[in-house]
C-alpha cells in the first residue's frame, strides 16, 4: 500500500490537541478528540492492509503476520514507558497511588486498562490526573477491537467475495456500534468513553473508507472542499468540545466525520499538500511515541509538585517527553517495527516465535511487577513513618459510615443503632447532615459521653438538611424523601432536643440554587416551632488538593507542614455567600450557631495539621481527628443543661435558652 504522508500529517493534527489539552491549555478544552481522530485512521489503515491481502488472489492473508505486526507496532515503545514510568513511580509516589499504579500496570499489560478505569472512575473526574497509565486505555481499545476484526473479515471475505459488499456489512455494524453509543452516553457515560462497543464504530468508519463503500470524489474541487470542511470540523471539535461536552454519542460524530474527510478526500489537494509538509509528517511519525511520553510524565510531574504545575514547569516536562518521544521512536520504534528480510521458511518461523515470545515475556514481567506493587500494598517500607500515617489519612473517617451513613436511592429510617456517646442513653443530640456530618457525629458523640449523653447521627451522602420540597438536583435520588421523613420524625421524638445542622453549602447551592437556603430556613424553624434547639454549623475551609495526599508529600519532600493551608482572606471569599444566607436564616432568635473555623483558622491562615494529624481525609471533608480537633467550638452545648453560669456563653453560640 502507497505511504500516505498526509495521514501522517493527519496524526499530527491529533496528537497535538490532545497533549495541549492534557497540558492545560484553555483554547484545547476539546483536544480528548484527537483520539477519535486516531480511531478513525487506524481503522482506514489496518483494514486496508488486511483487504490487501485478502482481496487479491496471488496474496495470502496470514493471523500470524497480522498480529507480528501489531506486536511490533505497540510493544517496543509501550513496554519502554512502562519500565521508565514504574522506575519513577517508584520513586514519586505515596504508597496508596502506587498500588493504585501497580493495578493498573497489570491492566495496561493485559490489554484491560480501559475496563480497569471505567469501573474506578470518569475521564474528567478531578483525580484523573493521579494516574499515569489513564491514557493506555486507547490502546486496550483499540487491540480489543484487532483481537477479534481480522477474523471477521476473513469470514465475511471468504462469504462475501468483494470488499465493497463487506464494507457494507461494516457499515451496518459502525451504525449498531454508533446507536449504542449515542443510548450510553445519556445512561452510562463511563462505559460509553472508555469500552471498546460504543467506540469501534470509530475505527469501523476508517475501515467503511478502506473498502470503498464511500464513492470517490469526481472532481479536484470536490476533494478540496471536503478536505477544508474536514479540517474546519476538527477545529470546530477541538475549540468547542469541552468536559462537559456528552462525549462520544454524537458529538463524536464532528472529530470522526471531519478525519474521514480528509483521508477520503486523496493525496492531491492543497490541504494534503498541507499536511504533507515536513513538520507535520514529523510529528506524525512520533505521535504515537508521545501520546504514550507526555501524560505519564505529566502525571508524575504532577505528583512530585506541592504546587499546581505552572505553564513553563508543563512546558519543559512536555519538552522532556518530546525528547524521549523522538528517541524512542528512532533507535527503538524505527528498528524493531519491521521484520527483517524474509529468509527461508524456517528463518521467518524462527523470527516470529521470538518476537512472540519476546512479547509474552514483556507482558509477564509487568503483570508481575503489577502483581507484586499492589499485593505490597505500595511498599510502605520506602517511605518514613511520618509521611506513612499522614498517607493513612485518607481512611481517618467514620468507621461506622458503611451502617450508618447512606449513600443509595432509599429513604433512610430513622436508626436507633446509630448513636454515639453513652451506651446507656437515649439521644437528647441529633447530628442531621450530608456526608459532611459523618464524622462529626463521632466527635460530638465523645463530648456527649462525657456529660452522660449520647449523639443521634442521621447523614446522607449529597442530601443537605432543607432538600425536602425539590431535591438535590446533584444528589442522591431518595434525598427529598429522606429529608421529610427524618424531619418528621426528629420533631416527634420527644427524647431529642438538639439538632446540629450540617451541610458542604457549596455543594448545596451548586445543586440547588439560593433555594436551598430558603429550604433550610423552613427546615430549622420547623424544627425550633417543635421545641428542639436549633444549631447550624457554619462551613469549614475547602481545598483544591487531597489533604493527606498533600501532607505526606509535603513530609516526603521535607517541606513545612504548616504551610499547607488557605489563607484567611481567601476562605472568607469563599464562604462569604453561604455565611450571608446562614445569617439570615438566624434573624430568627430560636437558631442558633458555631463555627468551626475558630479552630481551624487564626488571622492570617486556615490550616490542614495540627497536632501531629492532618485536620481532612480528602480535599473538603473533614477527618475523624479534625472532627476532635474543632470539638472544643462545640463543648458550650454539652455542659451541665442546670448550670445557669453557662448561660452567657450558650448564648453568644445563638441557642435560644439556658436550657
Known amino acids: ?75 517496543p515503545a509501550l513496554f519502554t514507558v512502562l519500565a521508565v514510568t514504574t522506575v519513577l513511580a517508584v520513586i514519586v509516589l505515596l504508597p496508596r497511588d502506587l498500588s493504585a499504579y501497580a493495578k493498573s500496570l497489570v491492566a495496561t499489560a493485559a490489554f484491560a486498562s480501559n475496563i480497569h478505569f471505567f469501573r474506578q472512575a470518569g475521564y474528567f473526574d478531578t483525580e484523573a490526573y493521579t494516574k499515569p497509565l489513564l491514557h493506555t ?5 483499540e487491540e480489543q477491537f484487532y483481537l477479534f476484526f481480522p477474523l471477521l473479515m476473513l469470514v465475511l471475505f471468504r462469504v462475501l467475495k468483494r470488499g465493497a459488499r463487506v464494507g457494507i456489512v461494516l457499515a451496518g455494524l459502525a451504525l449498531a456500534s454508533f446507536a449504542w453509543s449515542v443510548w450510553t452516553v445519556h445512561t452510562r457515560p463511563d462505559a460509553a468513553f472508555y469500552l471498546a462497543p460504543a467506540r469501534a464504530w470509530e475505527l469501523l468508519l476508517g475501515s467503511v473508507l478502506a473498502l470503498g463503500v464511500v464513492p470517490a470524489f469526481r472532481t479536484a474541487r470536490s476533494a478540496h472542499a471536503a478536505g ?46 498541507v499536511l504533507s509538509s515536513a513538520p507535520l509528517v514529523f510529528i506524525g511519525l512520533i505521535s504515537y511515541s508521545l501520546y504514550l511520553w507526555h501524560w505519564s510524565l505529566l502525571s508524575l510531574a504532577r ?33 524493531l517495527r519491521k521484520p527483517a528480510p524474509r529468509g527461508s521458511l524456517g528463518a521467518r518461523s524462527k523470527r516470529r516465535k521470538r518476537v512472540f515470545g519476546l512479547a509474552a515475556a514483556a507482558s509477564s514481567i509487568a503483570l508481575l511487577i503489577g502483581l507484586i506493587g499492589a499485593s505490597a500494598d505500595g511498599l510502605p517500607g520506602r517511605l518514613g513513618p511520618d509521611v506513612i500515617a499522614l498517607d493513612a489519612a485518607q481512611q481517618d473517617f467514620n468507621d461506622q459510615r458503611p451502617k450508618c451513613h447512606a449513600s443509595d436511592r432509599a429513604v433512610v429510617p430513622y436508626r436507633d443503632t446509630c448513636r454515639f456517646g453513652a451506651t446507656d442513653s437515649a439521644p437528647r443530640y441529633a447530628v442531621w447532615g450530608d456526608s459532611h456530618a459523618a464524622e462529626l457525629a463521632v466527635a460530638l458523640g465523645e463530648l456527649a459521653a462525657d456529660a452522660g449523653e449520647s449523639v443521634r447521627m442521621i447523614t446522607y451522602s449529597a442530601c443537605p438538611p432543607g432538600s425536602v420540597r425539590g431535591g438535590a438536583r446533584g444528589g442522591t435520588g431518595g434525598c427529598a424523601e429522606h429529608d421529610r421523613a427524618t424531619l418528621k420524625a426528629i420533631s416527634e421524638d420527644t427524647t431529642v432536643f438538639l439538632v446540629f445542622l450540617v451541610a458542604r453549602y457549596s455543594q448545596a447551592r451548586q445543586d440547588q440554587g439560593d433555594v436551598y437556603f430558603v429550604e433550610l430556613g423552613r427546615v430549622a424553624r420547623a424544627l425550633a416551632d417543635a421545641g428542639k434547639e436549633v444549631v447550624l454549623v457554619y462551613p469549614s475551609p475547602e481545598y483544591q488538593f487531597s489533604v493527606p495526599i498533600q501532607l505526606a508529600r509535603a513530609a516526603y519532600r521535607g517541606a513545612n507542614l504548616e504551610m499547607i493551608g488557605l489563607a484567611r482572606e481567601a476562605f472568607e471569599a469563599q464562604r462569604s455567600p453561604f455565611v450571608r444566607a446562614l445569617d439570615a436564616i438566624r434573624t430568627d432568635r430560636r437558631i442558633g450557631m458555631v463555627d468551626p473555623s475558630r479552630r481551624l483558622c487564626d488571622e492570617s491562615r486556615c490550616r490542614t495539621f495540627a497536632e501531629g494529624r492532618a485536620l481532612y481525609f480528602d480535599d473538603d471533608h473533614l477527618s475523624l481527628s479534625g472532627a476532635r480537633y474543632v470539638g472544643s467550638a462545640f463543648v458550650p452545648f454539652f455542659r451541665s443543661i442546670d448550670d445557669a453560669a453557662d448561660l452567657p456563653e450558650r448564648l453568644a453560640y445563638g441557642t435560644r435558652t439556658a436550657w
Do not use: K
Open 303 to 335: 505528583h512530585w509538585s506541592l504546587d499546581p504545575l505552572t505553564m513553563p514547569q508543563t512546558v519543559a516536562v512536555v519538552g522532556v517527553a518530546l525528547l524521549a518521544s523522538v528517541s524512542s521512536w528512532r533507535f527503538i520504534e524505527q528498528p
Open 228 to 273: 477544508i470542511l474536514g479540517v474546519a470540523l476538527l477545529g470546530l471539535a477541538v475549540v468547542a468540545f469541552s468536559h462537559s461536552t456528552p462525549f462520544p454519542g454524537v458529538a463524536a460524530l464532528v472529530p470522526c466525520l471531519g478525519a474521514a474527510l480528509v483521508i477520503h478526500s486523496g493525496g492531491a489537494t492543497p490541504i494534503h499538500r
Open 1 to 75: 500500500m502507497t505511504h500516505r504522508t498526509d495521514i501522517d500529517g493527519l496524526r499530527a493534527l491529533a496528537i497535538i490537541p490532545v497533549v495541549l489539552y492534557h497540558m492545560g491549555v484553555p483554547a484545547f478544552s476539546g483536544g480528548f478528540v484527537g483520539v477519535d481522530i486516531f480511531f478513525v485512521i487506524s481503522g482506514f489503515l489496518i483494514t486496508s492492509l488486511i483487504a490487501r491481502d485478502l482481496g487479491q488472489p496471488d496474496r495470502r492473508f496470514s493471523l500470524t503476520n497480522f498480529y507480528e505486526r501489531r506486536i511490533r507496532r505497540i510493544f
Open 137 to 141: 486505555w486507547s490502546l486496550a481499545v
